[in-house]
């Protein structure tokens, strides 16, 4: 998943929908070919040439395989851009797609990315020379307007941002993590996905003691049960920390619609502390 660390303490978090961050979309590819949509914020208006940038090389890598995706400017390949005003044109270097579905997703992923961001129109050029056509056949006789989609599926396949909440072990208060995902969220997915912990870059933990584990997810009209392993209740031996733990699981479970209260369990048997 995509991941902007939103810095500070519990209750100083940045809220999804803050008017200082930007929304844009860039475009990567499934292993189908198909042109998968992921929505980015970002504290600054992200231009064309930035656009691109988070799809290409070493960037575009990183940020696919956070979402199980596929860079569309990878290996040898590069993209040249130049302007005429707000209309783009990419030079594309180094392409070499493997059949005709390959290259239209690729061509589709770039000028959708660069559309998204700002351009009024995209036109393609190979190494420099303008074509009528690409080498499986693809016709760039005309500058690209539009946002197309390739595979059924893909125009379903809108990001959906979630607020992962962690833990600082200094500073002991919670920082959110914002991250999107493809599929539709569930207790279940989000609670692994908090047990996972956070990417080792950002120095948090999910506070958890060691071996504690999430056994069972039920939910029952609004309320969701969590039933953990017996590891879980040694959260107790640090009451601050504890009150953190339980926090960011509360706050992490409040992504899933329908979802108003959270309810603890360890091996089937209610979660109780003299510390809460």
């Given at each position: 998943?995509?991941?902007?660390?939103?810095a500070?303490?519990?209750?100083?978090?940045q809220?999804?929908?803050?008017?200082?961050?930007?929304?844009?979309?860039?475009?990567?590819?499934?292993?189908?070919?198909?042109?998968?949509?992921?929505?980015?914020?970002?504290?600054?208006?992200?231009?064309?040439?930035?656009?691109?940038?988070?799809?290409?090389?070493?960037?575009?890598?990183?940020?696919?395989?956070?979402?199980?995706?596929?860079?569309?400017?990878?290996?040898?390949?590069e993209?040249?851009?130049?302007f005429?005003?707000?209309?783009?044109?990419?030079?594309?270097?180094?392409?070499?797609?493997?059949?005709?579905?390959?290259?239209?997703?690729?061509?589709?992923?770039?000028?959708?990315?660069?559309?998204?961001?700002g351009?009024?129109q995209?036109?393609?050029?190979?190494?420099?020379?303008?074509?009528?056509?690409m080498?499986?056949g693809?016709?760039?006789?005309q500058?690209?307007?539009?946002?197309?989609?390739?595979g059924?599926?893909?125009?379903?396949?809108?990001?959906?941002?979630?607020?992962?909440?962690?833990?600082?072990?200094?500073?002991?208060?919670?920082?959110?993590?914002?991250?999107y995902?493809?599929?539709?969220?569930?207790?279940?997915a989000?609670?692994?996905?908090?047990?996972?912990?956070?990417?080792?870059?950002h120095e948090?933990?999910n506070?958890l003691?060691?071996?504690?584990n999430l056994?069972?997810?039920?939910?029952?009209?609004?309320?969701?049960?969590?039933?953990?392993?017996?590891?879980?209740?040694n959260?107790?031996?640090?009451?601050?920390?504890?009150?953190?733990?339980?926090?960011?699981?509360?706050?992490t479970?409040?992504?899933?619609?329908?979802?108003?209260?959270?309810?603890?369990?360890?091996?089937?048997?209610?979660?109780?502390?003299?510390?809460?």
């Amino acid at each position: 998943m995509l991941l902007v660390l939103t810095a500070g303490c519990a209750g100083e978090e940045q809220a999804p929908g803050d008017t200082s961050l930007n929304t844009a979309l860039l475009y990567f590819l499934n292993d189908q070919d198909h042109i998968v949509p992921v929505e980015m914020e970002s504290g600054a208006v992200l231009t064309p040439e930035m656009a691109l940038g988070y799809i290409s090389g070493e960037k575009g890598r990183m940020t696919a395989e956070s979402h199980g995706l596929i860079a569309p400017v990878s290996g040898e390949m590069e993209v040249v851009l130049s302007f005429e005003g707000m209309n783009a044109e990419a030079s594309l270097i180094g392409f070499d797609p493997v059949n005709a579905r390959q290259e239209e997703a690729v061509l589709g992923c770039i000028s959708n990315t660069l559309l998204s961001a700002g351009a009024m129109q995209v036109s393609f050029t190979l190494s420099g020379e303008k074509v009528e056509a690409m080498p499986f056949g693809t016709d760039v006789s005309q500058p690209v307007r539009e946002i197309v989609y390739i595979g059924e599926e893909a125009s379903v396949n809108l990001a959906s941002p979630l607020i992962m909440y962690y833990i600082d072990p200094d500073a002991r208060c919670l920082v959110p993590i914002i991250s999107y995902t493809t599929e539709k969220p569930t207790v279940e997915a989000v609670m692994r996905q908090f047990l996972y912990g956070p990417p080792p870059e950002h120095e948090l933990t999910n506070g958890l003691p060691e071996g504690a584990n999430l056994l069972s997810v039920s939910i029952e009209g609004t309320t969701a049960t969590l039933n953990f392993s017996r590891e879980f209740e040694n959260i107790m031996e640090d009451a601050e920390l504890e009150d953190l733990v339980i926090l960011a699981i509360k706050k992490t479970c409040a992504n899933i619609d329908g979802v108003e209260e959270i309810k603890l369990l360890v091996e089937n048997g209610a979660y109780s502390s003299a510390n809460i």
